[in-house]
């Protein structure tokens, strides 16, 4: 027979165990969601490098990124998130938004030259 204080015990595991679970579900199904998330915008922000490099427009746009910084420095703050962590993820985000300009640029560019010259 066990003691009933192992078996209280083995019963607190079990319960903490569970709750693990459940919570890494649910982190698992926001990553997820994340990911779903970067995806539509970098799909978005991609159409806005095409259309840039379509009318010869500047991959980088200094004051709207200062507008967004702005405005997610509020969202952060509601949030109740770290600023700092959220700019530095925003900067890995629109680091890659520009280089990703900068590389349909070229590739507009590119594509334009032969027609130019034929």
């Excluded at 078996?7 to 165990?17: E, F, R, S």
């Excluded at 970067?38 to 980088?60: D, M, Y």
């Amino acid at each position: 027979m066990v003691p009933l204080r192992e078996k209280g015990n083995c019963m607190k595991q079990l319960d903490v165990a569970q709750q693990l679970s459940s919570y890494r579900h649910t982190i698992d199904n926001l990553d997820a969601a994340l990911i779903d998330i970067l995806a539509k915008r970098f799909h978005c922000t991609n159409q806005i490098g095409v259309l840039k490099a379509e009318h010869n427009l500047s991959p980088v746009d200094k004051d709207r990124e200062e507008r967004q910084y702005a405005r997610i420095r509020i969202l952060a703050n509601g949030a109740k998130l770290d600023q700092n962590f959220v700019e530095n993820l925003m900067d890995f985000i629109i680091s890659e938004v520009v280089q990703r300009h900068y590389q349909i640029a070229a590739d507009y560019q590119a594509r334009q030259a032969p027609a130019s010259q034929g």
